[in-house]
């Protein structure tokens, strides 16, 4: 079985302070680690995964398999930051994307 | 290109009725899903299908049926509506190198059972 922990389901973060959103995870096999995110009056998308090892929009996640975690970060926040943000899994071979239950971030001006 | 477009927005049933949520994706993607959204709960998969001519079960499926018509449409039928079946139904979409890991989202079908 796979499953995804977010355990915060709100979080609100002082505009230009550090974002961290939690995700802990599951999975017997091989992980890959998603992070999708909900902007209000706008459709859920794909905001970074582990494998591109990227920063999107001056976010990073990094995959600690000892750990078992995929926590999001962002060393200042910004208050078009303020959305639904859900981590997912998935794995090789495997069709079905698992989602946690989401932590809304709102960034106080 | 519109993507992933579902319809409709928004309806409201009364217990027992049926109804069938549509999906349509003109990204030429061979994979498509149905997904709930419930507060506290998140999203759960409720059937998908890998390919045309191919569906599967997801987390849950009880009292949906789905049908994939062709490459482009994939729909999700309520048989006999129940108050636990409100909630948001994403339709999604992924082409073949990113099956179960890059989606793209339709915006969403907000259903109200009475």
């Known amino acids: 079985a796979q499953r995804v922990t977010q355990p915060e389901k709100l979080l609100s973060v002082f505009k230009g302070a550090p974002v961290e959103l939690k995700c802990n995870y599951s999975y017997s096999g091989s992980p890959e680690l998603f992070w999708y995110v909900q902007y209000s009056r706008q459709r859920l998308q794909l905001l970074l995964r582990?494998?591109s090892r990227e920063s999107i929009k001056g976010f990073t996640a990094d995959l600690n398999k000892g750990e078992t975690s995929f926590h999001l970060k962002k060393p200042f926040a910004q208050e078009e930051d303020s959305a639904m943000y859900y981590c997912a899994l998935s794995g090789i071979g495997n069709e079905k994307l698992t989602f946690g239950t989401g932590t809304r971030l709102t960034i106080i001006p | 290109n519109a993507g992933v477009t579902q319809t409709p927005k928004f309806q409201v049933l009364k217990t027992g009725q049926s109804m069938t949520l549509q999906c349509a994706q003109d990204m030429n993607h061979n994979s498509m899903y149905w997904y709930r959204q419930d507060p506290g709960m998140g999203l759960r998969l409720i059937y998908y299908?890998?390919?045309?001519?191919?569906?599967d079960k997801g987390e849950v499926p009880n009292g949906y049926n789905v049908s994939r018509l062709n490459k482009r449409e994939f729909s999700l039928r309520l048989e006999s509506a129940a108050p636990s079946q409100t909630s948001v139904y994403f339709c999604?979409?992924?082409?073949?190198?990113?099956?179960?890991?890059?989606?793209?989202f339709g915006s969403g079908t907000q259903l109200s059972v009475l």
């Open positions: 299908s890998a390919s045309e001519g191919t569906t």
């Open positions: 582990h494998i």
């Open positions: 999604a979409s992924s082409g073949s190198g990113d099956r179960g890991k890059k989606l793209f």
